[in-house]
């Protein structure tokens, strides 16, 4: 069932095998019932004059000609049908794949959205049952970010959101998946056999915001705004689902935000 539903989707990636697809099925419809037709004809115009001396040779070759027609126009208009087809498809393929990039991705910093993540993460939380791999579950906001929009406007807020999501993907590894979760709040899976992983990375990430400046403008006088985050994770448990691991990664880091803000918090 999965498998049909992703017939259409695979076709629309795929414009020349679908205009290929158009063509031998198209060829196949338009000749079939042309073929049998003069097998049939020809096969009763033999049994009509084979006890008769006055076989029409030249009508025989008018007829074969009118099908060699039939068939070549048949071949042609495939060709055209096929092409159509092909440039159809590509066209339509640009706009499909702009409609899965939008609901797979943030159209602000490139990363998945939230519906993405938590689809990806309800897969590895599968994965982790079997190959008994820890799997960590980060969530961090940047601090004070409302006063950045209120003082230097959207735009600067917006680069903010930018810059630290960029950073972020330099920070962590391949293997990590991170996704924008909403607002200023960015949301981290882990997945390593070593059970200190995620202290590491968050570790690395707090060092590097520690000295983080994006250069911004106010009142004509060039700034540099400093960007901190607050980190709050925990590790995955037996029975553990997407929500229970958010209500406690997101109470770390409530605690984080309580404790002074430019820190992180682990709850098991």
């Known amino acids: 069932?999965?498998?049909?539903?992703?017939?259409?989707?695979?076709?629309?990636?795929?414009?020349?095998?679908?205009?290929?697809?158009?063509?031998?099925?198209?060829?196949?419809?338009?000749?079939?019932?042309?073929?049998?037709?003069?097998?049939?004809?020809?096969?009763?115009?033999?049994?009509?004059?084979?006890?008769?001396?006055?076989?029409?040779?030249?009508l025989l070759v008018e007829q074969q000609s009118i099908v060699q027609s039939a068939l070549f126009y048949s071949f042609v208009f495939s060709?055209?049908?096929?092409?159509?087809?092909?440039?159809?498809?590509?066209?339509?393929?640009?706009?499909?794949?702009?409609?899965?990039?939008?609901?797979h991705f943030d159209g602000l910093t490139g990363l998945y959205n939230r519906l993405m993540f938590m689809t990806i993460f309800q897969k590895e939380i599968h994965k982790v049952k079997r190959n008994h791999h820890h799997l960590f579950l980060v969530i961090l906001d940047i601090d004070d970010f409302k006063p950045i929009n209120d003082t230097y406007g959207h735009l600067v807020g917006d680069e903010a959101i930018k810059t630290t999501a960029h950073t972020l993907q330099h920070l962590l590894r391949t293997s990590d998946t991170i996704a924008r979760f909403g607002g200023d709040e960015f949301i981290i899976s882990i997945v390593d056999h070593d059970k200190d992983a995620a202290s590491t990375?968050?570790?690395?990430?707090?060092?590097?915001?520690?000295?983080?400046?994006?250069?911004?403008?106010?009142?004509?006088?060039?700034?540099e705004l400093q960007i901190n985050l607050s980190i709050g994770y925990t590790a995955y448990k037996d029975e553990d689902d997407f929500k229970t691991m958010l209500q406690r990664a997101d109470q770390a880091l409530y605690i984080s935000k309580e404790a002074g803000k430019n820190t992180a918090t682990y709850l098991a």
């Open 79 to 103: 060709i055209i049908l096929s092409i159509l087809v092909t440039l159809l498809a590509s066209f339509l393929k640009k706009s499909y794949l702009e409609v899965e990039n939008l609901s």
């Open 1 to 58: 069932m999965y498998i049909m539903k992703r017939i259409p989707s695979i076709m629309l990636k795929k414009p020349i095998l679908l205009g290929s697809i158009t063509f031998i099925v198209n060829l196949f419809i338009s000749i079939t019932p042309v073929l049998i037709l003069h097998e049939k004809h020809l096969e009763q115009y033999m049994n009509t004059f084979a006890l008769s001396e006055f076989f029409d040779t030249k």
């Open 201 to 223: 990375i968050v570790n690395r990430i707090l060092n590097e915001f520690n000295h983080k400046m994006i250069p911004v403008t106010r009142n004509h006088d060039k700034q």
